[in-house]
């Protein structure tokens, strides 16, 4: 069964950090470009960061300096690491195996991310 499971959300205050996981099973994620996508209310659901199979890593503007994303292979997680938060990064994240084209479109159950001021 595949599965890509997001964890690791809650409220912060602005200027906080979390970091957010995301379990996968069921397919060769290890072979797929990784992604985490986010989408508050009333919004579209918009790409956040990307990490390929060998490691390479890409930003939304937004995220640049103050998310870094990773990937363990031996854990089969996709992390996202969020420094200095903003009210404005609040949104629920998801994550997405692009390959496989799994979990795109901010679907599955994701994770709220809630950034108070």
Known sequence: EVQLVESGGGSVQAGGSLTLSCTMSG???DLSALAWYRQAPGTECDWVSTITDDGNTRYADSAKGRFTISRDKAKTVVSL?????KPEDTAVYYCAAEDYGL????????????VSS
């Open 27 to 29: 397919f060769r994620w």
């Open 103 to 114: 979990g795109l479109g901010c679907l599955g159950q994701g994770t709220q991310v809630t």
């Open 81 to 85: 690491t969020m420094d200095r938060l």
